[in-house]
C-alpha cells in the first residue's frame, strides 16, 4: 500500500487521480463520439435540411463506416485485454496484475490464494478495489481468500541461519511475516467492508493460516486461470543483525494454467481448484488476530 508524504506523494496521487479518470471516461467518450457521427450521417442522408447544412452528399458510407469503427473499436479494447494474459507458459510474480485485472472483467470476482505472505497479490488487489468504487464495470461480487502460513508456530522456513547454515526457528522474524499479513488482511477487509456498503456490490476478504513452511505458491483466478510455482526456499535476506532463510516471493517464477473446456490444461486446473478447496476446508484455520479481533 503506498505510504508516505511530501509533494512526490501528492503528486502520484494526482497522477494515480487522473488515471483513474481517464480510464473511467475514456471508452465512454470514445463510444459518444462514434455514436453522434453515425447518427449525424443517417440524418445528413435522410433528412434534406441537415444534409444540406452539412453540404455532403455521401453521408451513408461515413455513417456506416463509423458504425464498423464502433464495432472495431469494442473488439479491440477486448482483445487488448485478452492478449495481456498468456493461456500458458510462464511468468513471473511480478506479472500477476494482468491476471487481476482480468479477472475482474467478470461479474463473480474469485481469487485465491496459497503460499507465503501474498505481498504481490495483495498489492494488486488493493489498487484494483480501490479503483472499483468509481470503475466498477461488470462486477458484483468478489471473494478473496489467503491462506498463509501459521507464524505463530515455530517454523524452519522463515528461519534464521545458523552455525553450518542449519535453521533456527525466530520468532521475532515470524512475528514481523505475521504483522505483514495481519496489515494485509485489515487493509484489504475494510475495503471491502466500504465497497459492499455503498450497495453495488459483495465484496469479501477472508484469511487463514495453515501449518508448515510455505513451500509452493498457487493463485487461482475465477476458477480458470491457475499460476503455481515453487519457493526458492534457501533465499537468504539479511534482517536485524543476522542472516534469515526467507523466500522472495516476487521473485518466483509460476506456470499458468489456463483454458475452457476440453483443453489439456482443464483436469490440472480442476485439480488445483478441488486441492485449494480441501486445503480451505480441512486444513485452514482463522489465524491468531482474527481470533483476538472477535474475543
Known sequence: MPNGTGDGEGDAGTWRALRRFHQRFEPAAVRALLAVIFVTGLLAQFVKPVGDALEGKAFLGGALLSLVGYVLYDALRDLNE?????????VNSRDLGSFVAEAFQARRVEISFFGY????????????????????????????????????RPLRVP???G?????????????????????????????AQRLTLIGRMDVACEYRVYGGPPL??????????????LYNVSTRMPFSDSEYYDPK???TDLTVLAGDHGTQDEAAIAMWVKHFDDLWRLVAEEPAWRRAAAA
Open 117 to 152: 505472505t501474498g505481498e504481490t497479490l495483495y498489492n494488486e488487489l488493493y489498487h484494483r478495489l480501490e479503483r472499483l468504487a468509481d470503475n466498477p464495470g461488470p462486477t458484483r461480487q468478489v471473494v478473496i481468500r489467503f491462506m498463509v502460513p501459521d507464524f505463530s
Open 249 to 251: 516471493g516476487f521473485d
Open 82 to 90: 485478452a492478449s495481456r494474459v498468456p493461456a500458458r507458459g510462464q
Open 216 to 229: 509452493h505458491k498457487l493463485c487461482i483466478f475465477n476458477r480458470k486461470h491457475v499460476l503455481h510455482g
Open 163 to 191: 552455525p553450518d547454515d542449519e535453521p533456527m526457528d525466530a520468532a521475532e522474524f515470524r512475528d514481523r511475516a505475521e504483522r505483514k499479513c495481519q496489515e494485509y488482511d485489515q487493509i484489504l477487509s475494510r475495503l
Open 159 to 161: 528461519s534464521r541461519v
